[in-house]
């Protein structure tokens, strides 16, 4: 299986944010859309990652307010990303090597998706039917 099939799966669409954007706007994009972590994006290039943990350390420990503080500061830029074309052993390798929860799927400096470990253990298991298991073993126990 390739990095395209799971995009195919699972769509293309991606939230992203701007390296101007605040780390407060930055924040509500994440609880507004249940996000872990976004791309940051500038002239349609791909030029960081921002996780909800970096928008807390600078809530917590940054210098100045999450308002006033842009993403560009928080930003990681040095990343781990994958193509289309790679194969789902080497995506989870990269996941399970470098602890990365989200991985950006480029063509070139383009963002072409995204990929969660979430999108990769799906890919690999290749089915579903634990999941009704599980669901009703929780939807009965806390009911």
Known sequence: MKVRDILDE???????????????????????????????????????????????????????????????AAMAEELFVVTEDDDLDYLMDVITVNRIRHLPVVDGNELRGLVSIGDALKAARGDQSGDRTFRRYFRGRFS
Not at 14 to 33: G, K, L, N
């Open 10 to 72: 699972k769509g293309r669409q991606v939230v992203t944010t701007a390296p101007d954007q605040s780390i407060r706007e930055a924040a509500r994009m994440f609880v507004h859309h249940g996000l872990g972590a976004m791309p940051v994006v500038e002239d349609g290039e791909l030029r960081g990652m921002i996780s909800e943990r970096d928008a807390l350390r600078v809530a917590m420990h940054g210098s100045g307010s999450w308002e006033s503080t842009r993403v560009a």
